[in-house]
């Protein structure tokens, strides 16, 4: 890592892609700040950060943000990335996406969780499960708790 972190110190790095539909495009600068403000109190560390567009023919345009003629806020996290993306994945993320879409694509490292990460190295832990309860799961789930506690 550029910061002088080492592999040991690394805590659980997440990705998220987020698609959003032709017509629901409502881009105001607020997801720019939000995540501005998470590297800012150093809940995460961007690692990588592309915006992929696929036209009505399939094409994609992938977009870092020294490509962006205006990154806003983001400008200055550029520095930080460290493109952890590869060719390869563009092209699946890309195919998943739907024409005329926009998507973003996030690579963090969770530094909130980077401390319990290295002590569970140092115990000799390693990882062997990992994953994100969508929050439509959880609703439902709460849901069905409800109705059958008023059954």
Do not use: C
Not at 6 to 18: A, K, M, Q, S, W
Not at 99 to 107: D, E, I, R, Y
Request: net charge negative.
């Amino acid at each position: 890592m550029s910061d002088g972190v080492t592999i040991d110190e690394l805590g659980p790095v997440d990705y998220l892609v987020v698609e959003f539909p032709p017509g629901e495009q409502r881009f105001t600068g607020e997801l720019a700040r939000e995540l501005v403000s998470l590297v800012d109190a150093e809940v995460v560390r961007l690692l990588d950060l592309l915006i992929l567009a696929k036209d009505e023919d399939g094409n994609v345009e992938a977009l870092e943000l020294d490509d962006l003629e205006d990154a806003g806020d983001l400008a200055r996290l550029e520095t930080e990335i460290a493109e952890i993306l590869a060719e390869e994945d563009v092209v699946h993320l890309a195919e998943a996406m739907e024409p005329g879409t926009v998507a973003g694509v996030l690579v963090w490292e969770n530094l909130w969780a980077a401390p319990f990460a290295s002590a569970a190295r140092r115990a000799g832990g390693q990882l062997v499960a990992s994953g994100r309860i969508p929050i439509q799961a959880l609703v439902a789930s709460f849901e069905a708790e409800a109705e059958s506690e008023g059954a």
